[in-house]
């Protein structure tokens, strides 16, 4: 486009030129005002669009449009910052969620939530085996035994209370004089605390149990018992002994 208009302005200048000097006609006569103005557009034509030299009426300057052009370069250390805030970030967002999975402490009453019912860790036992009544037995896999754990769930209101702790799915686990923490097993056992559903008559108790499978040689005996339970979404660690 640039090219073909700077034709142009030649153009006019040469027929500038032959209206002035004719070429075996008789020339036509311009005023001084005529010719001016002639030459004056010639040279605005011409100048405007000769972008290799800035003396013009016009000078035409395409950098500025060769910048927007150019799509914006992030610097290596533009880059070494975005990826410090995302670490940064991630590190953030980790810890925070350690904060909200670290386990509260309370008592088991407590985090069962179970509005008038007080649950207690009434005794433990260790046992190669466990039965219930004559129709169901257990046996602890070679060279482990069962660790019981008996909890009373107590009913302290005159009213009859429906218990369902098996809708909620409770995950227990247990960590026995310090050692690391083993899961609960799963029974079929009526009285499990994990399972249990029954209604407490006003003022009555039921004793339930919670099942661990511990080394024979390495737990000879109960010292010390902390209760692992996730619940509703939520972790609590509960001392016992």
């Known amino acids: 486009m640039k090219k073909l208009r700077a034709k142009l302005g030649m153009g006019l200048l040469f027929s500038a030129l032959v209206l002035t000097t004719g070429c075996g006609e008789k020339a036509i006569q311009l005023t001084d005002e005529e010719e001016g103005l002639i030459v004056d557009y010639t040279a605005h034509v011409v100048s405007k669009f000769n972008t290799r030299q800035p003396d013009g009426l016009v000078y035409v ?18 880059e070494e910052t975005t990826e410090q805030d ?14 909200e999975a670290q386990p509260v402490s309370m008592t088991l009453t407590e985090a069962l939530q179970i509005a008038g019912v007080d649950a207690q860790v009434t005794s433990t036992e260790l046992r190669p085996s466990y039965e219930e009544g004559d129709y169901y037995a257990m046996d602890a896999s070679a060279g482990k035994t069962f660790l019981v754990v008996h909890v009373t769930l107590s009913n302290q209101t005159a009213e009859d209370i429906s218990v369902d702790l098996l809708s909620g799915q409770p995950q227990f686990g247990a960590e026995v004089n310090g050692a690391g923490a083993v899961s609960a097993e799963m029974t079929v056992l009526s009285n ?4 249990y559903q029954g209604t407490l008559a006003a003022g009555s108790s039921v004793d339930t149990a919670l099942l661990f499978q511990v080394p024979a040689d390495g737990v000879t005996q109960v010292d010390t018992l902390t209760l692992d339970l996730t619940w509703n979404g939520n972790s609590y660690t509960i001392p016992c002994l």
């Open 86 to 99: 995302a670490v940064s970030q991630m590190e953030q967002n980790d810890g925070q969620a350690q904060e």
């Open 61 to 78: 300057d395409t950098s500025q449009e060769e910048e927007e052009s150019e799509e914006p370069v992030e610097t290596g250390a533009e």
């Open 192 to 195: 499990d605390l994990a399972t």
